[in-house]
């Protein structure tokens, strides 16, 4: 089993910045894929960005050039960096991690409790 906590959402002003974190706990697991994703009031759930675990990223062309995900493999840490923000951001960021049992090489998808963005005009 793992285990996503998430930090770093807020309230912040139209132009401002947040940065995101999500930390996998849990033994017997590798961490593969690593991805943000945002839910708007009515809307549905749509990816932000991604980061393999070699590195590649990729980026929902609402975000290209204002955020960057990156990850932190000694710590099974993803961040994402959120710049210039607005008010069109505003949504629960959730975390999503691709986790693979050690034993079996399963591969499981897990996800974070979700974070409040909220950017005022």
């Known amino acids: 089993q793992v285990q996503l906590v998430e930090s770093g959402g807020g309230l912040v002003q139209a132009g401002g910045s947040l940065r995101l974190s999500c930390a996998a706990s849990?033994?017997?697991?590798?961490?593969?894929?690593m991805a943000w994703y945002r839910q708007a009031p009515g809307k549905q759930r749509e990816l932000v960005a991604a980061?393999?675990?070699?590195?590649?990223?990729s980026y929902a062309d609402s975000v290209k050039g204002r955020f960057t995900i990156s990850r932190e493999n000694a710590k099974n840490t993803v961040y994402l960096q959120m710049n210039s923000l607005k008010p069109e951001d505003t949504a629960v960021y959730l975390c999503?991690?691709?986790?693979?049992?050690?034993?079996?090489?399963?591969?499981?998808?897990?996800w974070g409790q979700g974070t409040q963005v909220t950017v005022s005009s």
């Open positions: 980061v393999t675990s070699g590195g590649r990223t």
């Open positions: 849990g033994s017997g697991f590798s961490i593969n894929d």
């Open positions: 999503k991690v691709v986790a693979a049992n050690v034993v079996t090489s399963r591969q499981y998808a897990y």
